[in-house]
């Protein structure tokens, strides 16, 4: 076979091929189909925008007569023209870090503990138990934190306000520390319980993103880890943690935002107060959703109007807080797989 | 043939289209070896860690010092646990080693914790509300005729259940048919409204319930002029279910593979065929399972109810006009009042609340869990049938052809 020789195709003789212009020319019912799905998008989006517009507008009359003292004032009397976010949005705040901070290990813990430890045919079992946690309502959990749960954590308020009360934020004005008998009611009602029953609503929405995360990272690091040398943990140590930075801390803050969120356990469990409060153990604590759902009905207009810039003071927060969460999640290598 | 056909499919000379499914592994994915298992050591060291702690614990608790309370005797006895089972593991091994043991531990009672936490909760709920959920009056009557003060014999909550299945009901024909449009149009259009569609409806997962409550009870109620119904109710309950639907369906309408779409493409249906035939069932155990998951969220919201539906303590089924009640609602207005009957039917409430939920998250599971595109056993049968039933009429046409 000497003579048979490959040639390039040499440059095309002739004008230069030109693209065809390809007209699509929808059928009726693709026209019908696409006007239709992009009406009903363009409807959720009036609906979506029409509540915040409307908050907005309507919580604008009350921020026009406070101006910037809306964020300075703890007392909430709309109708003396006195009201302010400063207590419950710190308050709202100070619930919701004593519900991460408590639900971030536990959650972190389950979240590893499902994707790496446990053996394969429990994995569903418990995959489901934690998402059933999410699903069970937040007023079951009020029920729980009010009539059972408080009882039993006093013991633990009074031993950290006893032992600890040199941290300011374990200090309880009115404990008597040498007193044995003193009433307990000092430590009920406290922004402590209601972030410990926060929690255990935070906790599996963070676990399940998280594990979602550490499920996707490749086997071949985690092999090469163990080639490695590196034991189990060690392997978790220095590949997934790592590599599920972005989701884990995505997850918390998603975890944050609800968090921020929840009304009826906290209503249930809190005995309102209106001062700047951050001694976590002490009777009483505010957030701006039970402040809502205590004063709405006897408001005035005007006083309804304080309360939906409340609200949207609230809103504006768990925005910044999901989105930051989202941009987290969505620049680490984690990131594909961040909708839960 | 494509190497996706497993070798017995391969090997039958077939002029039919198989459908890749999976077949054990996945078809050069990599598997992830299972590592682990306990060995009879460790299994010796956790038992004798457990029972030294617990009898340390009882020491202490019981003799020793003058504290108390069960809380702090589980927190001290399992300090003294990890402490001692770390001990116990140290005697024989390396430090990495302990360190893996330990910390596996560590893990496991993270789980073990929200385990006990959950069934805590659960546990707590039916055993308050035992007593007004042995009567049967519980689940027929209402508490019209029922005082607080009077037993658990007479009364019930009846209006609050039907309460909670009309306004689920109105909330799910509000949200299904525009959730599931809306999820069609983010991901089966190319439309340049799409991504800002997407981000708002991002944005208003974050709206805090009694936020979406209170828009209807100043829009509705205050401005429009509506008393406060269980369409109140329902709507502003869709308000707050509608992005979360929307989201989760967006999610898994994303996982249907592009190809089966293309594949449609090329046998030449047209864009809402390929939607209506391929992409909606393919995608239909996910979308159920972000349906009923939405439900679940929305059967137990207390926040957005309590501002827009009234209180009632009367049977009313009409969601227009007249207060109406829903199971998380009675449950939060009966624990309020300081009768001990009240509060026990309250507790009675929250339980029947909580297996309605229950019962829907088990279906979702059974519906659901499974990922875009693949059937169960019965559905593969009943598209075995269907798809016999096409090559029937397609030799019957080509036969009329001829």
């Known amino acids: 076979m000497a003579t048979t020789m490959t040639t390039l195709p040499g440059p095309p003789s002739g004008p230069a091929p030109v693209p065809r212009a ?21 409807l959720v989006l009036a609906i979506m925008a029409a509540v915040g517009l409307f908050l907005s507008f309507e919580a604008a009359q009350a921020l ?96 950290l306000a006893t032992w600890f009360s040199w941290i300011p934020l374990f ?61 189990r943990w060690g392997m978790i140590r220095i590949v997934s943690l790592p590599f599920a930075r972005g989701g884990i801390i995505g997850g918390t803050m998603l975890g944050l935002g609800r968090a921020l969120g929840e009304t009826i356990a906290v209503l249930l469990i809190i005995s309102p107060r209106f001062d700047i409060n951050f001694h976590i153990l002490e009777a009483g604590s505010n957030s701006v959703s039970s402040l809502i759902a205590l004063r709405y009905s006897e408001a005035s207009g005007f006083g309804l109007s304080a309360l939906m810039a409340a609200g949207l003071a609230l809103f504006a927060l768990t925005l910044v807080v999901n989105f930051t969460a989202s941009a987290f999640v969505a620049r680490s290598r984690s990131g594909a797989s961040s909708e839960a | 043939m494509t ?8 090997a039958r000379p077939s002029e039919r289209t198989v459908l890749p499914r999976e077949h054990g592994a996945p078809a050069g994915g990599q598997v992830r070896r299972a590592i682990g298992g306990v060995q009879r050591q460790d299994l010796l060291n956790l038992c004798g860690a457990l029972l030294s702690a617990l009898c340390t614990g009882l020491l202490l608790f019981g003799r020793l010092a003058p504290i108390s309370g069960a809380v702090g005797f589980v927190i001290v006895t399992y300090v003294l646990f990890v402490a001692i089972y770390a001990l116990l593991t140290w005697m024989e091994d390396e430090r990495p080693a302990v360190v893996d043991k330990v910390m596996a531990v560590l893990l496991a009672s993270a789980t073990v914790l929200s385990l006990v936490a959950l069934v805590s909760v659960i546990a707590f709920t039916l055993w308050r509300g035992r007593e007004a959920l042995g009567n049967v009056n519980l689940y027929h009557d209402d508490m019209s005729a029922a005082g607080p003060a009077d037993p658990l014999s007479k009364g019930g909550i ?68 509506f008393e406060r119904s269980g369409l109140a109710a329902s709507i502003a309950v869709s308000i707050m279910m509608l992005p979360i639907i929307i989201r989760s369906a967006d999610v898994v309408l994303r996982l249907v ?132 039933k096409d090559v029937e009429r397609f030799d019957a046409k080509q036969l009329g052809a001829t």
Request: aromatic share 6%; proline share 6%; with cysteine.
């Open chain 1, 171 to 231: 200090e309880v004005s009115g404990a008597d520390p040498t007193d044995p008998l003193s009433s307990e009611t000092v430590f009920t009602a406290s922004t402590f319980i209601a972030g410990v029953v926060v929690a255990l609503m935070v906790m599996p929405i963070q676990c399940s993103i998280m594990r979602e995360v550490f499920s996707q990272v490749p086997t071949g690091e985690r092999e090469g880890a163990f080639a490695l040398g590196a034991t």
């Open chain 2, 3 to 10: 190497t996706l056909l497993s070798a017995p499919e391969a």
């Open chain 1, 22 to 42: 390809i007209a699509v020319q929808p059928e009726l019912g693709d026209r019908i189909f696409t006007r239709g799905s992009l009406a009903t998008g363009l």
């Open chain 1, 64 to 159: 026009r007569t406070t101006g910037a003292s809306f964020l300075t004032t703890a007392e909430w009397q709309p109708d003396r023209g006195e009201f302010g976010v400063a207590a419950v949005l710190t308050g709202t705040i100070a619930i919701a870090l004593v519900a991460v901070s408590i639900a971030l290990p536990v959650s972190l813990g389950s979240a590893l503990f499902i994707a790496e430890v446990a053996p394969e045919r429990f994995r569903s079992t418990l995959v489901g138990l934690v998402d059933l946690m999410a699903a069970v309502p937040s007023v079951v959990y009020g029920l729980w934190g009010a009539y059972l749960f408080q009882g039993q954590i006093l013991g633990v308020s009074r031993w």
């Open chain 2, 158 to 225: 009846s209006h609050a259940i039907l309460g909670t299945l009309i306004m689920i009901s109105l909330a799910l024909v509000l949200t299904v048919p525009l959730g599931l449009a809306c999820a069609v149009f983010l991901n089966e259009t190319r439309s340049r409204a799409a991504g800002i569609v997407r981000s708002i409806v991002d944005a208003m997962t974050a709206l805090p319930s009694i936020l979406a409550g209170l828009f209807i009870f100043a829009t509705w109620i205050l401005v429009l002029g």
């Open chain 2, 257 to 388: 593979p592009g190809n089966l779409r293309e594949a449609s493409a090329a046998l030449g249906a047209p864009q809402w065929r390929t939607v209506r035939h391929v992409v909606l069932p393919t995608a239909r155990s996910g979308l159920a399972t972000a349906v009923i998951l939405g439900v679940a969220r929305g059967l137990g919201e207390t926040a957005p109810v309590l501002l827009t539906a009234g209180f009632t303590s009367t049977l009313n089924a009409n969601p227009l006009e007249g207060p109406m009640v829903s199971l998380p609602l009675a449950t939060f207005e009966f624990v309020r009042s300081p009768q001990p009957a009240l509060v026990a039917r309250g507790f009675a409430t929250a339980a029947v609340l909580m297996l309605l939920v229950l019962v829907l998250f088990v279906v979702a599971r059974i519906l659901g869990g499974r990922p875009a595109g693949r059937v169960s056993g019965r559905q593969a049968q009943r598209l075995a049938v269907r798809s016999a």
